[in-house]
């Protein structure tokens, strides 16, 4: 018999990994999410007596859904809910059917990727808010719990809470089909899959609050689930140029943060320290997007971006030209005035500062920026690049009260200072 330590390591790892595919299977047979949690979860506690008695078994993924079909089974049993159960799981399958077991279990054969794009197509619903839809695929997909997604967003755990009950009431009391949508609906519904992923990804890489300006965990977890879909979904070039953009910006968090994790831009970025493994994978799906038909979508264009950082070894080797067009065509595709701001930081690197200030402050003037901190750190950085430093100074410190991360504001202070320095 195995150590207790090492059963409980054993059991928590399994249960990371099996846990999205076994409440992606029962969701399909119960047509219920809040259930099929409760089943999930049943079905570990009987892991936990049963594994540290006999060990880990050589299937524990396969002894999990099985364990929770059978507590399904008996819960419809002792429910008289058998028939009304077995109409909603379909399947040809008669209410009358002699025998449940063999019924239920059928309902339980299909692929079980198929579960898991059902899944996260039903988490990532365009009915939900997109905090909640961030909430519950964090939940569901990614295996965390409650007070790990509160503490990662900084938000109170009841919140969170709150975010996820009421998410899965919205998606039963819709009626919401636990599907894979065809045609138009599924291209709409993938843009909210991809996007939640992205919206995790990018809390990690650049924390909104809080005492950190990154959180790994998080970028680690976005990727897993681009990874899972483009698995699941292989002919969706926006999946593979997602997972391309995760990759690259993914390979520089080591060096975007000094010892005491102050931030350290780009530019500054000891280069030796980014995973090239990394940086390989995330080209090698760049180049699948692009193949497929997709080089010209946003991801694809935001990643061939990343893509230019990642070729050059030195700074001075970046293609600031090639960005800058990169960006001229992403912003005519989807305009937004994030991305004329990102466009304006690489015309300043490509043609020199003076030919970018116009474009920020016609940035500024529109108003839709006015309370975004990086558009005044931006600002900062080229007022002093253009000797204008007080100004600069003002914009730094104007960018250090609009930003809620700590790390963020003491390096936006101290630019100010050296720039009241100079």
């Known amino acids: 018999m195995q150590a207790e330590s090492e059963i409980n390591r054993a059991i928590t790892a399994v249960w990371k990994s099996e846990r999205p595919r076994l409440i992606a299977g029962l969701t399909r047979m119960v047509r219920d999410l809040s259930l099929a949690e409760e089943l999930a979860q049943d079905a570990l506690v009987s892991a936990l007596r049963a594994w540290a008695a006999t060990g880990v078994p050589d299937n524990p993924g396969a002894w999990l859904m099985q364990t929770a079909k059978r507590r399904a089974i008996d819960m419809f049993r002792h429910r008289k809910m058998a028939a ?90 819709a009626g919401i089909p636990f599907e894979v949508p065809r045609g138009a609906e599924r291209a709409a519904r993938l843009g909210s899959v991809l996007g939640v992923i992205y919206l995790i990804f990018n809390e990690g890489y650049s924390a909104t609050a809080g005492d950190d300006w990154t959180r790994p965990e998080l970028c680690a977890e976005a990727m897993r689930l681009g990874r899972v879909l483009a698995r699941l ?112 930081v690489a015309v300043s690197m490509a043609q020199g500062p003076a030919a970018a200030l116009p474009l920020i402050d016609a940035i500024k003037r529109d108003g839709v920026l006015k309370d975004y901190h990086l558009l005044y750190g931006v600002r900062g950085d080229i007022l002093g690049r253009l000797e204008r430093h007080d100004e600069a100074a003002a914009e730094f410190r104007r960018a250090a009260t609009l930003t809620r991360n700590g790390r963020e504001r003491a390096y936006l202070l101290a630019r100010a200072e050296a720039a009241e320095g100079r």
């Open 84 to 173: 009304s159960k077995l109409a909603e799981v379909g399947h040809g399958i008669k209410t009358d059917a002699p025998d449940v077991v063999e019924a239920l279990h059928a309902a339980m054969d299909d692929d079980v990727g198929d579960d898991l794009l059902r899944l996260m197509f039903t988490a990532c619903h365009p009915i939900l808010s997109a905090e909640a839809r961030v909430a519950l695929t964090l939940r569901l997909l990614g295996g965390l719990t409650t007070e790990e997604i509160a503490r990662a967003f900084l938000v109170a755990e009841p919140t969170i809470g709150q975010r996820i009950v009421r998410a899965k009431k919205t998606i039963a009391e």
């Open 233 to 344: 979904a292989p002919e969706e070039p926006e999946v593979h140029a997602l997972v391309a953009l995760m990759e690259i910006q993914a390979s520089r968090l080591a060096a975007r943060t000094g010892r005491s994790g102050e931030p350290i831009l780009l530019s500054d970025q000891d280069r030796s320290r980014w995973d090239w493994l990394l940086i390989g994978r995330g080209l090698a799906a760049l180049d699948q997007a692009v193949a497929l038909g997709g080089g010209q979508s946003p991801y694809a264009l935001q990643a061939a971006i990343a893509a230019c950082h990642a070729r050059a070894r030195k700074a001075s080797d970046t293609d600031w030209s090639m960005i800058a067009e990169l960006y001229d065509v992403l912003l005519a595709l989807t305009p937004s005035a994030v991305i004329a701001l990102n466009r304006a």
